[in-house]
């Protein structure tokens, strides 16, 4: 006795089967996070070492160099990449696929370790994290004081950083708070040369003075009145002036004031990032998720604290400018109206050739059968609902039906022998049971490969291999315990018939029997059809993963070394005036001086005075005739016009093709080159 027959006398158990399973898979379609594209942990360590002043040839040659050795004898390294910077050397270590990530940061910890003490003994303990592929911002907010606030830039780029920062960090899934522009406190110690001359106080003097201050330390345990009380030492001021009346002893016994040789000023640093929208100053807020949290549940998260925010504190004003958490949310929408056509049109075609409504009703429920659990088993491995197993959804949703229309046609022919509904389902499920049993498994030894893929799309595809064996699967369960029951007990009995054969399969049955007939032309035509088809392939585009069109595209901007941040942000405004002149540019937000985030396949751009960022949005692509790229072509024939920089229109992520990487020993060489290629491209 098969499963089939068993469902078929005992109903009540493969109902209560599949009844748990369809309310587990949609508990866990609601737990589960919604996401762009699976995260990944590719073994890529980053090592930054910062020594403030420094030049980048000095941090080339005492610093990166020196790292590089070490983590080059490291087992495993695939390439080095290092970038280097005014005061800051970025070191990027990737390893071989196999590494694990935490072995791989052990060891590259362990190697930078061991040259430590050759490192200059002013740069800050190098800092040692792994990449992260969370994805580019969520949000981006722009802060402002109300029209009749008070609040100055320092103020406000405190209130965010104290208050809107902490609340931001406090909604679950939220993993970073990023601040652009806005000014940070400085105290200001601007040293006389004339007085220090006169009273003859080295700078140095100062320097190693003013390191000592704004310290606590142990300073033991004493006796106070029979208690046992801790001692600290206590280097701290409260204020400018305070700082002013700082003691400086002489290395020739005397001692001087600070006030006495330097003014002392509580102000603001000078700023090195800027952040406008549309021309308006602004500070700009960018939000991070964690890895496994859900785009979607961190912007509302983001929402619903700055809308409590901004009611509490009503002398600001902060609005979201750049939303990457919406088209998300339109692609998770677009994904499910796919899986629901799909599904509404296979029972369509399951009806016009069935032409029983009993029998379709029976088919039909085998596609949120089959896909409901598969929601249950993604929440078991931990994966997301996202672009990649959604498509493996929408893919076999055709597929899920298969197994049980074989079943269901079966059924009907045996009980146009006039058998008894119970009787046909038995036989027909004993009579069919393999073949279904064999084309279940035909495929999934088709996509279950797909899971096992090498390389960066292997980590990507693993989720889509899954999905789909997970939901095929859980269709030869429907098929095979189901399927039969149901039609035993909603069939109804037909009376023996011998219909004459439909005009569709007659010629489908003529056109088997030339085959048949004619072999070596079948077989020739196969041959010739296979062949022009592998001809094709190479004709056809390639690429990771498609261009996108969310409705945004960025204008890096760079100019020459030594460049000011004035000189960056007229650039910058000259370029953000030429762009909103395209058609379909809606507002443009600038990052000017503060780089742009990104991820592992998006970088974004580093933050340095000579560099600009735009975020050009545009409006929706069914509200606009012009595709993104026309928008982007014409964006560069107008930045073509703006001299002394060099522009570069697109995103860096979707669509990518190709990255030229120059290597040489010789600096001045490698530019020219670099040049040349850049013009000949």
Same mark, same amino acid.
């Given at each position: 006795m098969n499963f089939s027959t068993l469902s078929i006398r005992n109903p009540v158990p493969a109902i209560m089967l599949f009844a748990l399973l369809t309310l587990a898979g949609l508990f866990a379609y609601r737990s589960n996070e919604v996401q762009d594209f699976p995260d990944i942990e590719l073994p890529v360590v980053t090592v930054s070492a910062a020594l403030p002043g420094a030049a980048p040839a000095q941090l080339e040659t005492d610093v990166a160099r020196k790292i590089e050795d070490s983590v080059a004898t490291l087992q495993g390294v695939k390439n080095i990449y290092t970038t280097v910077l005014d005061g800051i050397a970025y070191v990027t270590v990737e390893f071989v696929l196999e590494k694990p990530i935490s072995e791989a940061?052990?060891?590259?910890?362990?190697?930078?370790?061991?040259?430590?003490?050759?490192?200059?003994?002013?740069?800050?303990?190098?800092?040692?994290?792994?990449?992260?592929?969370?994805?580019?911002?969520?949000?981006?907010?722009?802060?402002?004081?109300?029209?009749?606030?008070?609040?100055?830039?320092?103020?406000?780029?405190?209130?965010?950083?104290?208050?809107?920062?902490?609340?931001?960090?406090?909604?679950?899934?939220?993993?970073?708070?990023?601040?652009?522009?806005?000014?940070?406190?400085?105290?200001?110690?601007?040293?006389?040369?004339?007085?220090?001359?006169?009273?003859?106080?080295?700078?140095?003097?100062?320097?190693?003075?003013?390191?000592?201050?704004?310290?606590?330390?142990?300073?033991?345990?004493?006796?106070?009145?029979?208690?046992?009380?801790?001692?600290?030492?206590?280097?701290?001021?409260?204020?400018?002036?305070?700082?002013?009346?700082?003691?400086?002893?002489?290395?020739?016994?005397?001692?001087?004031?600070?006030d006495q040789v330097a003014t002392v000023s509580d102000t603001v640093a000078e700023p090195r990032?800027?952040?406008?929208?549309?021309?308006?100053?602004?500070?700009?807020?960018?939000?991070?998720?964690?890895?496994?949290?859900?785009?979607?549940?961190?912007?509302?998260?983001?929402?619903?604290?700055?809308?409590?925010?901004?009611?509490?504190?009503?002398?600001?004003?902060?609005?979201?400018?750049?939303?990457?958490?919406?088209?998300?949310?339109?692609?998770?929408?677009?994904?499910?109206?796919?899986?629901?056509?799909? /599904?509404? !049109? &296979?029972? =369509?075609? *399951?009806?016009?050739? @069935?032409?029983?409504?009993? $029998?379709?009703?029976?088919?039909?429920? #085998?596609?949120?059968?089959?896909?409901?659990?598969?929601?249950?088993?993604?929440?078991?491995?931990?994966?997301?609902?996202?672009?990649?197993?959604?498509?493996?959804?929408?893919?076999?949703?055709?597929?899920?039906?298969?197994?049980?229309?074989?079943?269901?046609?079966?059924?009907?022919?045996?009980?146009?022998?006039?058998?008894?509904?119970?009787?046909?389902?038995?036989?027909?499920?004993?009579?069919?049971?393999?073949?279904?049993?064999?084309?279940?498994?035909?495929?999934?030894?088709?996509?279950?490969?797909?899971?096992?893929?090498?390389?960066?799309?292997?980590?990507?595809?693993?989720?889509?291999?899954?999905?789909?064996?997970? /939901?095929? !699967? &859980?269709? =030869?369960? *429907?098929?095979?315990? @189901?399927?039969?029951?149901? $039609?035993?007990?909603?069939?109804?009995? #037909?009376?023996?018939?011998?219909?004459?054969?439909?005009?569709?399969?007659?010629?489908?049955?003529?056109?088997?029997?030339?085959?048949?007939?004619?072999?070596?032309?079948t077989v020739i035509a196969s041959a010739i059809f296979f062949i022009i088809s592998i001809a094709l392939v190479p004709l056809l585009p390639t690429g990771f993963v498609p261009a996108a069109d969310r409705a945004q595209t960025q204008v890096t901007i760079e100019l020459p070394p030594g460049s000011t941040l004035a000189n960056t942000r007229e650039v910058a405004e000259r370029a953000r005036i030429a762009a909103m002149q395209v058609n379909g540019v809606t507002h443009i937000f600038s990052s000017i001086g503060g780089g742009s985030s990104g991820d592992l396949f998006a970088p974004g751009a580093p933050a340095e005075a000579r560099r600009a960022v735009l975020t050009l949005l545009t409006t929706h692509r069914n509200d606009r005739s012009a595709s993104l790229a026309d928008i982007e072509s014409q964006v560069r024939a107008k930045l073509s016009e703006i001299p002394g920089a060099r522009f570069s229109v697109g995103r860096q992520d979707t669509g990518v093709k190709m990255q030229l990487v120059l290597r040489s020993e010789d600096a001045e060489v490698l530019s020219a080159t670099a040049r040349k290629v850049e013009r000949e491209l």
């Open positions: 940061m052990n060891d590259v910890r362990d190697a930078v370790a061991r040259v430590r003490a050759d490192l200059p003994s002013e740069l800050r303990d190098p800092a040692v994290t792994k990449i992260a592929t969370a994805g580019r911002a969520v949000l981006m907010f722009a802060a402002s004081a109300a029209p009749n606030s008070q609040l100055n830039d320092q103020e406000l780029s405190w209130f965010i950083d104290n208050t809107v920062a902490k609340r931001l960090l406090s909604v679950p899934g939220l993993g970073a708070v990023k601040r652009i522009g806005g000014a940070n406190r400085e105290i200001r110690v601007e040293l006389d040369a004339v007085k220090m001359a006169a009273l003859n106080v080295a700078a140095i003097d100062v320097s190693r003075r003013l390191r000592l201050v704004q310290q606590e330390a142990p300073g033991g345990r004493g006796d106070v009145s029979g208690a046992e009380q801790s001692v600290r030492t206590i280097a701290t001021v409260h204020s400018a002036a305070e700082l002013a009346l700082l003691d400086i002893p002489l290395a020739d016994g005397r001692h001087v004031r600070l990032s800027l952040a406008t929208l549309d021309g308006r100053q602004i500070v700009g807020i960018e939000v991070f998720r964690t890895k496994g949290a859900s785009e979607l549940d961190v912007a509302n998260g983001a929402r619903a604290a700055i809308a409590e925010l901004q009611a509490a504190h009503p002398f600001i004003q902060i609005k979201a400018v750049i939303d990457n958490a919406e088209p998300i949310a339109e692609n998770f929408r677009g994904s499910m109206h796919v899986l629901y056509e799909g /599904a509404l !049109l &296979a029972v =369509l075609v *399951v009806w016009l050739f @069935l032409r029983d409504w009993r $029998a379709t009703l029976i088919t039909s429920t #085998a596609l949120p059968l089959s896909v409901i659990p598969t929601f249950l088993g993604l929440s078991y491995f931990g994966y997301t609902l996202n672009t990649v197993t959604l498509i493996s959804l929408a893919l076999v949703v055709g597929v899920l039906v298969d197994d049980a229309i074989v079943e269901i046609e079966n059924i009907t022919r045996h009980l146009r022998t006039g058998k008894t509904p119970i009787q046909a389902a038995t036989d027909a499920a004993d009579e069919i049971g393999m073949a279904v049993i064999a084309t279940t498994f035909a495929l999934v030894a088709v996509f279950l490969p797909t899971a096992f893929m090498s390389g960066v799309p292997g980590l990507f595809f693993k989720q889509f291999g899954w999905a789909a064996v997970l /939901a095929i !699967l &859980a269709s =030869l369960l *429907v098929a095979r315990l @189901l399927t039969p029951m149901m $039609a035993a007990y909603f069939l109804k009995p #037909a009376p023996p018939t011998h219909a004459k054969e439909g005009r569709v399969m007659r010629t489908y049955l003529d056109t088997v029997r030339w085959c048949l007939s004619h072999r070596l032309l």
